[in-house]
């Protein structure tokens, strides 16, 4: 009975997660272009939570369930802040 019960909450919990995406950012070197980045893409009604790394100069997306932005919209944000996107991360 608890395996099944297992089985049950890890298939509930992969049904309901949130999707995640991580991309490249070119040009960024400092942490105020991190807290740029981060506002950015607070703002937008699809992102439930941002991580940006400057270190390994990336941002991880976490999206509202069953939402998600396009490559050319994540392009077009970060182009407006003043950075490059880089998809292969």
């Known amino acids: 009975m608890k395996k099944m019960v297992f ?8 049904a309901f997660a949130s ?32 991580q940006v790394s400057l270190e390994n100069k990336f941002v991880k997306l976490t999206y509202k369930d069953g939402q998600k932005l396009s490559r050319e919209k994540i392009a077009t944000l970060l182009k407006e802040a003043g950075y490059e996107v880089s998809f292969d991360k």
């Open 7 to 14: 089985a049950l909450l890890l298939t509930f919990s992969f």
């Open 19 to 50: 999707e995640v995406e991580t991309v490249g950012v070119k040009g960024m070197v400092c942490s105020f272009c991190a807290q740029g980045i981060t506002k950015k893409f607070k703002e937008q009604p699809e992102i439930a939570e941002v």
